[in-house]
């Protein structure tokens, strides 16, 4: 196969070429409540042309890779077709490398057959549900993959790479008269079925979490200093700030790109936030993006200034920076997008007792919700919080909302702890023209933080 495609790039008349060929089996299980949704092992074949010509793109996608020299050609055709472009390629070293799975052999998740994945997600589901009266319904969903991908260009970068990803999620709902509440908790690895079997221990934790949920009281509205924990604070920093790290989201905008002018003061000196592949065993961790380009580490925000942003090779070459190694697809039918991995605040010097300290009102608020962000402004729903009364932590409430501006609320982190947490069950959605990308495998985290003056709202 490899010298199929190596063959096919030969004859190509293309300014520049690059095929990828990916086999991935899938293992899907989902639960509500007690009854099984899915349970299936699946396996998807195959691979996509993309090709460069006079600075625009041509791109085909394939199931059959015995016709490569004809895919070649319709992709020529199609780039041909868009007319005289603008796109350029930052200029990066042509790699060959093999990347091997690195698995705990005496635990592999592969060596688990499907039906004692579904006997393990069973059980969990039925825990749940017998655990209390109040719960009415419970959620498990598992997906794994195994992909194996072969990755090749015109300039002589080279690769075999085979990876494994699992991720999942449990829910419980509570209902205490006429309020109804979730709480969810994620698990995922890259390498041992024991990191999945920690969904078991979450167990009790969750269900106590919505029993404590139903019979809170609602948030009154108002502005509050806030402490988000871990969870929340990764989901913030991924959503209202790592999207406009994605240089694609700026290069064209030249309000956006005033406003993340390189430089530009974000936050305090004790804030920063990094992304990157290339941090082992995390769910959004690779050794090369899917344009070939070696995986870094890249301050976002370092000490409060604007440090950087996440680029693939057209989007460097056409700011003059450069390449991050985040071009990313989530499969061969889309062609890579400039695309977060493992996004997360870096840790500061600050105790979660220091951040209680000096609060006479406030608000520690747990969980990540679902969120919008838009132009620089954020909602963000919060999974529940507890009162903080004079540094004291007080009784669980419901139903809240945090909102505002961006940037202004990243100057707002008046503290940054030194418990950083990052999720190994992410998932990313970003949408090009009508076709979103979905889900693509990434981490999110950060240690509590501190934030003064934010917006609360109840649903």
């Given amino acids: 196969m490899k010298e199929l495609i190596k063959n096919a790039i030969a004859g190509s008349g293309a300014d520049f070429i690059e095929i990828r060929l990916e086999d991935t089996t899938r293992a899907g299980i989902s639960f509500s409540g007690k009854d099984v949704k899915k349970a299936q092992s699946t396996r998807d074949y195959g691979g996509y042309v993309r090709v460069?010509?006079?600075?625009s793109w041509g791109f085909t996608s394939f199931n059959n890779p015995d016709y490569?020299?004809?895919?070649?050609?319709?992709?020529?055709?199609?780039?041909?077709?868009?007319?005289?472009?603008?796109?350029?390629?930052?200029?990066?070293?042509?790699?060959?490398?093999?990347?091997?799975?690195?698995?705990?052999?005496?635990?592999?998740?592969?060596?688990?057959?499907?039906?004692?994945?579904?006997?393990?997600?069973?059980?969990?589901?039925?825990?749940?549900?017998?655990s209390s009266k109040?719960?009415?319904?419970s959620g498990v969903n598992y997906v794994e993959e195994d992909r194996h991908i072969l990755?090749?260009?015109?300039?002589?970068?080279?690769?075999?790479?085979?990876?494994?990803?699992?991720?999942?999620?449990?829910?419980?709902?509570?209902?205490?008269?006429?309020?109804v509440q979730s709480v969810h908790s994620g698990f995922g690895t890259r390498n041992s079925w024991n990191d999945i079997r920690s969904a078991d221990d979450r167990v009790d934790t969750v269900c106590e979490d919505v029993i404590d949920l139903v019979k809170a009281k609602p948030v009154s509205g108002g502005r509050y200093t806030?402490?988000?924990?871990?969870?929340?604070?990764?989901?913030?920093?991924?959503?209202?700030?790592?999207?406009?790290?994605?240089?694609?989201?700026?290069?064209?905008?030249?309000?956006?790109?005033?406003?993340?002018?390189?430089?530009?003061?974000?936050?305090?000196?004790?804030?920063?936030?990094?992304?990157?592949?290339?941090?082992?065993?995390?769910?959004?961790?690779?050794?090369?993006?899917?344009?070939?380009?070696?995986?870094?580490?890249?301050?976002?925000i370092k000490d409060g200034l604007l440090a950087g942003r996440?680029?693939?090779?057209?989007?460097?070459?056409?700011?003059?920076e450069k390449p991050t190694g985040n071009a990313r697809t989530i499969n061969y039918r889309f062609s890579p997008i400039c695309r977060m991995s493992n996004t997360f605040i870096v840790p500061g010097p600050h105790s979660f007792e220091q951040m209680l300290e000096g609060i006479p009102d406030g608000l520690y608020v747990v969980g990540g919700g679902s969120g919008n962000t838009s132009k620089g402004l954020f909602t963000f729903s919060a999974e529940r919080a507890r009162v903080i009364k004079n540094g004291k932590l007080g009784g669980w409430i419901r139903d809240l909302?945090?909102?505002?501006?961006?940037?202004?609320?990243?100057?707002?982190?008046?503290?940054?702890?030194?418990?950083?947490?990052?999720?190994?069950?992410?998932?990313?959605?970003?949408?090009?023209?009508a076709r979103m990308q979905y889900p693509l495998s990434v981490s999110m985290g950060s240690p509590h933080i501190r934030i003064q003056n934010v917006l609360i709202g109840g649903r």
């Avoid at 690769?159 to 209902?175: E, K, N, Q, V």
């Fill in 151 to 179: 990755y090749a260009n015109s300039e002589g970068t080279c690769l075999d790479m085979r990876g494994l990803w699992a991720a999942g999620g449990l829910s419980a709902i509570g209902r205490h008269h006429n309020v």
């Fill in 226 to 300: 806030v402490i988000l924990d871990p969870r929340l604070s990764g989901v913030f920093i991924h959503e209202a700030f790592g999207h406009l790290s994605e240089a694609d989201n700026v290069s064209d905008n030249p309000k956006l790109l005033d406003q993340m002018t390189l430089g530009t003061r974000f936050g305090q000196d004790h804030f920063s936030v990094m992304d990157g592949g290339s941090l082992p065993d995390e769910r959004g961790s690779y050794s090369y993006d899917d344009e070939g380009v070696p995986s870094s580490m890249n301050y976002l």
């Fill in 52 to 55: 460069l010509i006079n600075g």
């Fill in 68 to 130: 490569l020299s004809e895919l070649v050609a319709e992709a020529e055709k199609r780039a041909r077709a868009a007319g005289k472009g603008h796109t350029k390629l930052a200029d990066v070293t042509p790699v060959q490398d093999e990347i091997h799975l690195d698995i705990d052999q005496a635990d592999d998740p592969r060596n688990i057959s499907l039906e004692e994945k579904v006997a393990f997600f069973r059980n969990i589901s039925h825990r749940i549900l017998d």
């Fill in 310 to 320: 996440l680029h693939t090779r057209d989007t460097a070459a056409s700011m003059g």
């Fill in 401 to 433: 909302t945090l909102s505002g501006n961006v940037f202004e609320t990243l100057k707002d982190i008046d503290m940054v702890g030194n418990d950083l947490n990052r999720s190994r069950s992410g998932g990313c959605g970003k949408s090009v023209g």
């Fill in 134 to 137: 109040m719960i009415i319904s």
